[in-house]
Each structure stands twice: as C-alpha cells, then as structure tokens.
C-alpha cells in the first residue's frame, strides 16, 4: 500500500511543480528522454522509453512542435521517418522545467539524506530492470536516475 500511495502523491507534487507551464510531469517525460539522446530519435523508439502509445506521444510532440520546443528532421533520404530532437530553445526549456522539478523534490525529499536517497534509487532502478527484462534493449538500459532527475 505504500507504494502505491507514495507513487500517487510524487506525482501529484510533481504535477503541481509543473502546472505553471501547463505540464504535467508524464508529459514533460518525452523532453526528458530527448534531452539525453544525441541526435533525436525516431518517433516509436520515444514512444517505447516513455512507455506510452504512439498515438498519446503524438498529441504531445504536435504540442511541442507548435511551442517550438521540438523539432521534426527528416531521417535519412531513403527512409520516410523522421527524428524528434530538442533545438537549443527546447534545451533552455527543458532546463526550465527541470530547475523547478528540482525544487520540487527539494521539498518532497527535505528529510531523506544523500545514502538514504541513493539506497532507494538502486533499489527502483533493480525493480525497473527487473520489470523490463525481455523488452526493447534501449529501454532496458536507460537508467530510473535519468527519468527520475529529468
């Protein structure tokens, strides 16, 4: 049960940091994992590290384009997809966003010191690994701190 509760309410805090630009954290999550790829990415391989439909991401990406904070460039000559990456004014939002997630868990975390915090992400990032085994190796590899800190 405390999981569950905890996971509810991180989120609710998370979501109240972010609600001044009208995001929530799950929706911010794709600027997350752009934000460490180099060069972009194709459209499904976004869609599966943030482990949402196709469709969903979609919705946010059109979001994002039309903010300017994303980007659509063609892939290669021959092939008809194209990459989502971060221009620099997406980089300097993204900062945005995770400078105010960082105050956030400033708050939500004000009483767990540095061993205890790290204690805790190793033991997500196991679970995390331990959930994934048998899926796409690029999502396998991608650590919890990555989504966790972005």
Known sequence: MTLPLLT??????TDEAL?????SKMAALPLDVLAQAD???RHGALAELVNIEGPALLRF???FVAAGHVERVDAEKDHPSKFILLPVSGR??????RARLAEARSI???AVNDRELGVAVKL?????????KGRDRRTQEMPLRARAES
Request: no cysteine; hydrophobic share 35%; net charge positive.
């Open 8 to 13: 509810r309410l991180y989120r609710r805090g």
């Open 108 to 110: 939500l975390l004000k």
């Open 19 to 23: 609600k001044e630009y009208g995001l």
């Open 61 to 63: 990406v059109d979001r």
């Open 124 to 132: 997500l990032e196991t679970v995390l690994q331990n959930t994934l």
């Open 39 to 41: 060069g972009g990415l």
């Open 92 to 97: 300097a939002f993204h900062e945005q966003l």
